[in-house]
């Protein structure tokens, strides 16, 4: 069965590095997605992405926060300078058409740790 | 702002029991997803309610919704330790795709 995967499974950095955070969709999916989950709390989105823009970002999406479609099959995450508050569990998400009533399917995900 | 709420925040039952977790929004919306979340893992889609009175069930879960009370419920019966994971509740809105989660049940099985 078809799955999202996400590399690195898990990322240290120090504040103020730049760290990107990778995901592959599954082949036949249009939209994809990034969300962030801090530690016990609920999943948060972060931006949507669609034909090589973004579609949607929250507030949490900051300057600090970027998105590529590198190639076919790579979707990243970049934040730029990171901060001890970006320490989370990051996970990617696809579906096929982006209209509800479509489940979203999640990678595995990448827990970033800020020190 | 959608607001997305769930209760109750933890739940521990005794295997056999009956329970419901209530995922509450606050906005209208007629697409609610449910997810499971083993410690650690990835969310797992479990259902998808796409109008009023949309029902599914799968093993020992039931999913329902009332878009009219923003209700969804999670129903689960004669609980197994299986079953102990954290649950959440989403919802999107028509003209977006992003998905809102709900503050999460978690739920712990036990003997």
């Known amino acids: 069965e078809p799955e999202v995967t996400q590399t690195p499974s898990h990322q240290v950095t120090q504040m103020g590095q730049e760290v990107i955070l990778r995901c592959v969709p599954i082949?036949?999916?249009?939209?994809f997605y990034w969300y962030r989950q801090i530690l016990g709390q609920k999943v948060e989105f972060l931006v949507s992405?669609?034909?090589?823009?973004?579609?949607?970002k929250s507030e949490i999406f900051d300057d600090q926060f970027s998105v590529e479609r590198p190639d076919g099959s790579n979707f990243t995450l970049k934040i730029r300078s990171t901060k001890l508050e970006d320490s989370a569990m990051y996970f990617c998400?696809?579906?096929?058409?982006?209209?509800?009533?479509?489940?979203?399917?999640f990678g595995p995900g990448t827990r970033l740790t800020v020190t | 702002e959608l607001k997305v709420e769930q209760n109750p925040l933890f739940l521990s039952m005794q295997e056999g029991k009956n329970y419901t977790i209530y995922c509450n929004y606050s906005?209208?919306?007629?697409?609610l997803y449910w997810y499971r979340q083993d410690p650690g893992k990835s969310l797992e889609s479990l259902f998808v309610?796409?109008?009023?009175?949309a029902v599914k069930q799968e093993g020992r879960l039931m999913a329902s919704l009332d878009t009219k009370a923003r209700l969804s419920t999670l129903h689960i019966t004669a609980a197994v330790h299986d079953l102990s994971a954290t649950y959440f509740c989403?919802?999107?809105?028509?003209?977006?795709?992003?998905?809102?989660f709900g503050t999460g049940t978690r739920l712990q099985v036990f003997p």
């Open positions: 082949s036949n999916h249009l939209y």
């Open positions: 998400a696809s579906n096929q058409d982006g209209q509800g009533g479509n489940e979203q399917y």
């Open positions: 989403a919802v999107d809105l028509f003209n977006t795709d992003k998905l809102i």
């Open positions: 309610l796409l109008s009023n009175g």
């Open positions: 906005t209208t919306s007629d697409r």
């Open positions: 992405f669609y034909n090589n823009e973004i579609s949607e």
